[in-house]
Structures are given as C-alpha cells and as structure tokens.
C-alpha cells in the first residue's frame, strides 16, 4: 500500500508525448482536463530518448530530461500549471532497459562501456555476459548482413568507427590498425543482425536487440538511474509514479521497496500483468497494477458466453483447416511458446545452460548433466509456466511458485525417455526456486530464469498467439484469456470487492498506449457475441463479393476473418489505418510472413484484399451490420465506461478516450489527440449530447467529478456493495454502491435483452428508502426500489446520487 505523505490521485489522464504532442501541448490541455474531473495528468517517459521516439521508451540519458518535448523547464511549466488547477503529474518510468541507439554516442554509459569494457565504471549498469564466447566481448548484431560482406561499409573517423548511421568508439591504441585487427580488438564484435537469436550475450527487452537490459538491483545503478526523477519528487514537480515492465527485473519486489523508500511512499502503480487467477504480490510495496486485470473483467462482462461458443464454431468452420489458428487456445499458445523459446530466445536459453552447467559440475551436486539435457529441462520449464514468472527472491510467494514449478517440471519430465536424464528438470527446477543457497550465480541463475520467463511469456501470448488464435479480436487484450472471454456479474462484484479490500487504490484501465484495440473497437467486436449467426452471414456474403477479382481475394481465411473483423470493430475503416494494423497482425502471428522472414507477394496480397475488400465496395454488408448494431454497441461503450469510471481503483483515462474513440495498435494508438473543450463547454452549459461521443464525454465528466468531490467514497474508507436486480431480466444488470452515497448501473448483453423482450419490470434494489438523483439525467428516484425500464429510458446507464 500507499504511504498518505502525498494525496493518491481519484483519476489520471494519460497523454502519450512525443515531438508532436509535447510538454507545451499538454499545458495547453490543462484547464479542459482540469473541468474533465481528472486529478492528475499522466505523462509518457520524459528522460532523453532515442531523436523522433513516438513512445519515450527507449532512453538513452537518465540525467536529462528530453528535449525534443521541452526539456526540463518546459516539464516544470507544465507542473506548475497543472498544480495551478488543482492536477498533480504522474510519470512513466522505465527501470527495465535503455535504448541501443544508432549513433551509440547518444547513450553515454553504453558508449563508454564499448569503449573501455568490463573495467568501465558503467559495466555494471548492464547485464552482460562477457563468458559467453565472443572472446570476452559484447556482441553488436547491427550489421545488415555478414561482416565479411559489410566490410567496404565500415570506416575509421579518428578515434570512431562508423557504419552507416552507427557510430562506435574505438579502444585506446587501436585506431591505427588494420581494420580487420581493429575489429579484433574492440571489445565488442560488430555481427549480423541475425545472429542475435543464437548469440546475443546481454539481456534485452523481450526479443528487442536495441533494448539493453539494465541491472538497478545493484544500488548505484538505482541511485544513477533514478536520481532525475527523484529529485523531481523532492522539488514536487513530480507527485506519482508508473512503473514499466516490472517482470523484467531481477527483484521486484526489492526494486519496489528501495523506490517507495526513495519517494517517500508516493502513489506508485506497475505495469505488472496478471494471468488467470494469479494475485499480485502482497508484499509489493506499491499501490497496485497499471489495471489490464480490471480490463480483462470489465471487458468480460460484454461478452455472451453461449454467443462466444457460436461464434468460436463460426470461426473454426470459415478458417480450417488451418489447424495453426482454428484448434484450441491452450495449444495454441502452446505451440507458439516452444516457436519462441527455441527460435527468438535461443541466446538467453544457453545463457541458462551454461550457467546450469557450470553449478551442476561442481560439489555438492556433479549431476553429469548433459547441455542437451540442461537445454530441454529449461525450454520445458519455461514454457508450461502458467504465469509471467515466478518471484525467487520474495518469501511470500514461495509455496505458491514452488506448487506451481512442482507442476511443470512433472509434466516436462515426460519428454525425457530416460528418467535419470529427466533429473535435469529437477535442478532446473530447484535453481529457479533459489533452493541452492546464496551464492552468486545460484541467485543469478534464479532471476535470469524469472526474466526469461516473462519475456518468453510476452512473445509468446501477447505478440504471437493472441494474433493466431481470434475467433474474438476484442478478447486479444494483454491480461485476456481468449479461451474463455466472458466474465460473469458474480465473478466481476467478486473481483471489484477484492480491489477494495487488497489494493483500493490500484490502476484500472480501458485504453492504453499498447492496447492492440481501443476499448471502444472492442466494445463493438463484443457485440458479434450476441449475434454469431449474423456475423456468419455476413462474413459469406463479404467473402463472396471478394472471391471474383484477383485483387479482391483474400490470399487466405484467417487474415480474411481478422480484417473483416477489425474493419467492423474500427468502424470506418481507411487503407491508411487498416493496412500497417493487419500487416502487423500477419506479421506478428508468422504464419505467413513474420517481421524477420518478409513474403512480399503474400503482404502485397494482402494489401491489395484490404483495399479492394474491407476498404472497398464489398464492405457494404459490414457497414449495414454496423449500423443495425449501433444500439448495442452505444450500450456497451457507454456501460463499460462508467463501470470503469466507478468501479474500485484509480481509472486511467486513455487520451482522447473521454469521447468516442476507435484506434487499433501502435502507432495507430500514439497518434496527437485533438482535445474538444467547446464539446464539454457546451454539455456543462445544457446542451444535450448529440452522438455517442457527446454521451461519453457527458458520462465521463459526471463520474469524474463526482471522485474528485467526493474521494472518501472511493478510497479505502469508502465500501463496494454488489447490487443484484430482481426480474425476469437480472443478468443484464451490473450495478454497485459506493460507500451507500452512489450507485452505478449498466446494461449488460443489450442485444439479447432486446431479443428477449426487454426488462419486463426487473427491478433495482436500492440501498436504504431516501431520494436519488441521476447525475446524467436529472431524474429522482424514490423509495428502495427502481424499475430498470424507467431508470435506463434515456440512457443504458445510470449514475445515481443519494440527496443530501
């Protein structure tokens, strides 16, 4: 939890900076955002990154903050004005990695490192592993093909060697040498871009070369790497914190202790992703996730469970027999993880075995463990772990990562034909646990596996089976289960009073920066579940509008059901916007093309499907779909927003996203948002909303200024009822109180409430017999009882307040 030496926020307002939308931008946005309700605005990384960065992800200076967004006294404007309207900032931060960059000169400590190598004071900033075989030296895969082939590109320029838009610094003594024993000399070896799959020896974000892990378990790299933004803590510039890719740390848990210890208990949130059923830790020293758990429950409850099962035989039926994408989700995650883990993470694999090895040759243990046997425990391992990684390093999570490595390691024993070689699974197993004592590379070992296993858990689920396996697009979310989407109202009160009871003041989100569709895209794709037999039909007749021309046809069924599906779920599909997210998509999923192993003809193919078919005269029938659904999807874009708006947890408005909002994967999410002021201007002044846009923002401002005026209601001293309607038509209500003085209902399932005839006088149990006053509306309501049918007239939703 929380200390109380800074007031936590009631809601943040994310805003993705970068040279186009920078500091100055968002200053301009403050006093609209300020009469939004928000409490805090929530910014993007601001240290020093790699020039034209679209994110801020990739750093490159911890001690400068970026100056294509305004440098620091830009930043202290924007602090200043925002505190002048009440809003504190909240900032990204990334502990994880810094940026490789091209010229390296721009990251300093990487560049006196390449220079000076392991005797470099920056050595130690950097997981590397100088044992790995290089002859004691980094490898660089930077080169765009083999060395011996690149050679006429490189040229010496004093004491810097360069290579098209690299640029590296040569050892002390070496300039003048021949250049192939000037390149023997470095302490890095310059090498093909392929070869990082199999020999890169630094650990990197994900599969992402020009990432380079960060080591801020060793106390001066912390001090160094975080001592800008602390001092902005300190100077009240900055008021909360955001933490990126917590999993890639060695110790989180130790990280989140020695942060809260260095800001003084500020309102701190990681980006940590849960999986099934599993909890954050306790001991976590933060107030809790950046919320992809409370969008994988909010985005559930949309979802019709017997619609999803139709609509899963639809898909099956239309894509196979491509048994790659039409079989089940659990093997098909399966399948792409032992793809990842022997393919794009063979490096980090044999870092394991060599290390493995060399603990198992010596006293006590002298296993006579093969490294093929080594290798096959740790692939095994890794890839049936249930979760992101187990936590080695923090007590309270032994006996639940000791049960679920016991049942990994049974079922990775049974590849073995040899059970004394299946031992192996067993050291394995113990080194992950750290069960081998304290020394340096038993515990090095343990949080080199834990990283591995969240990264092999990213690609594998997040960037590759999640665009294989889309009977449901909408279900594709980090933190999903795409197997079983739908999430009960039992099951979302159960989730929503945990939040308030474990972590009241956790993030909860809708949208986000790498949400590969907006909550609203998805809302609309959820509807499909209430009609699997329309979309069937509709999907035929698209199918056979596009079968004729050459150009028209979809080169196969599944990038057919994905385009189409996105096309619906964006709306109003451009080739502009559609073209890069499906391209990415048949990319990601690598069963045709993949980012490494481009097939021209076929992405030509598709392109030329999306905008002849999806974006052309066919998408008739897509559109008629769409507008008949409008209903329904108003529904569940207005539902979903206020459920989050109320639910327990700090909400993190996505920007652009108080409006409707329909955006599909990076950088199609990044784009500058255009605020609209005049829109709330005039619903504050009485105009009624005209579209759902117009219903959004109203909702949204209503709800978020009731946070701001009433915190207690929300926070940990307030309460979470479960209100449960009474009638024929109960499961389409989801409604709750917060501390007896407010109560949020949605409808849920719209289409098939419709179908069944209505709410044919279910009825709301309110708490306590007094007055209540609609917030969107105006409307009172008397008694302890409302009729669904007269409460949600106007709007699906409703957001009641007890009088005073």
Known sequence: MTDESSAPPTATYRLQLQPGQPFAAAEKAVPHLAALGVSHLH???????????????????????????????????????????????????????????????????????????????????????????????????????????????????????????????????????P??????????RLAWWRLARSE??????????????LRVEDPEVFEATHATVLRLVREGVVDGLRVDHPDGLADPGGYLARLRAATGGRWTVVEKILTGRERLPQGWECAGTTGYDALRHLDGLFVCPLGDGQLFSVYRDFVAPLADSG?????????????????????????????????????????????????????????????????????????????????AAARARTVFRVPEEARAVDLVRDLALGLFGDGEECAEFSARFAQTASALRAKSVEDTAFYRYVPLLSACEVGGDPGAPAVGVDTFHAFCARLHRDWPLTGTVLSTHDTKRSADVRARIATLTECPERWRDVLMEVTARTAGGEDARAPDRQVAWTAWQTAFG?????????????????????????????????????????RAGPCGP?????????????????????????????????????????????????????????????????????????????????????????????????????????????????GHCVAFARAGRMVTVATRLSLRLADEGGWGGTELPLP?????????????????????????????????????
């Open 327 to 407: 079989g089940d989700w659990e093997e098909t995650v399966r399948r792409s993880a032992y793809e990842v883990v022997t393919h794009d993470l063979a490096a980090e694999v044999e870092r394991l075995v060599r290390t493995a090895g060399r603990i198992g040759d010596r006293p006590p243990y002298q296993g006579d463990h093969a490294p093929w046997a080594l290798r096959t425990a740790i692939r095994e391992l890794l890839v049936r772990l249930p979760v992101y990684r187990p936590y080695a390093a923090d007590p309270t999570r032994a006996e639940h990562d000791a049960a679920m490595l016991a049942g």
């Open 200 to 213: 890169l020896n630094y650990r990197r974000f994900f599969t992402i070369s020009d990432l380079i892990g």
């Open 570 to 610: 964006l709306g109003r599909p451009s080739a502009e916007r559609l073209i890069p997210s499906v391209l990415k998509a048949v990319r990601e999923a690598g069963l045709y093309t993949s980012w490494t192993e481009r097939d021209p003809a076929y992405e030509d193919a598709v392109t030329d499907f999306l």
């Open 43 to 177: 910014l993007s990384p601001v240290l020093e990154a790699v020039p034209g960065s679209l994110h801020g992800y990739d750093v490159v200076d911890h001690t400068a903050i970026r100056a294509e967004l305004g440098g620091e006294e830009g930043l202290r404007a924007l602090s200043a004005t925002a505190r002048a309207h009440g809003l504190g900032l909240v900032v990204d931060i990334v502990p994880n990695h810094m940026a490789v960059p091209a010229p390296e000169s721009l990251n300093g400590p990487l560049w006196e490192v390449l220079r000076d190598g392991p005797s470099s004071p920056y050595a130690r900033w950097f997981d590397i592993d100088w044992n790995a075989g290089h002859g004691g030296r980094v490898l660089l895969p930077v080169l765009g093909g083999r060395l011996g082939d690149e050679l006429g590109s490189l040229r010496v320029d004093g004491d810097v060697l360069r290579y098209h838009d690299h640029a590296f610094p040569l050892r002390p003594g070496t300039g003048k040498l």
């Open 618 to 730: 066919a998408a008739a029938a897509l559109r008629a779909l769409a507008d008949d659904l409008a209903p329904f999807v108003r529904a569940n874009v207005l539902g979903a927003a206020l459920l989050h708006l109320t639910m327990p947890g700090v909400p993190d408005l996505y920007q652009g996203t108080e409006r409707e909002y329909s955006a599909l994967v990076d950088p199609d999410n990044r784009r500058p948002v255009r605020f609209r002021p005049d829109l709330l201007a005039a619903l504050d002044g009485g105009a009624p909303p005209h579209d759902l846009s117009g219903e959004k923002l109203l909702i949204t401002a209503a709800a978020l200024r009731l946070r701001r005026a009433h915190p207690e209601w929300f926070g940990p001293e307030g309460t979470y009822t479960a209100l449960h309607a009474e009638g024929p038509a109960a």
């Open 179 to 188: 250049l192939p024993e000037l390149l023997a000399a470095q302490w890095y």
């Open 768 to 804: 306590g017999d007094g007055v209540w006053r609609d917030a969107l509306t105006g409307r009172e309501v008397r008694g302890h009882t409302a009729r669904l049918e007269d409460l949600l007239g106007r709007y699906p939703v409703a957001l009641l307040v007890a009088a005073a």
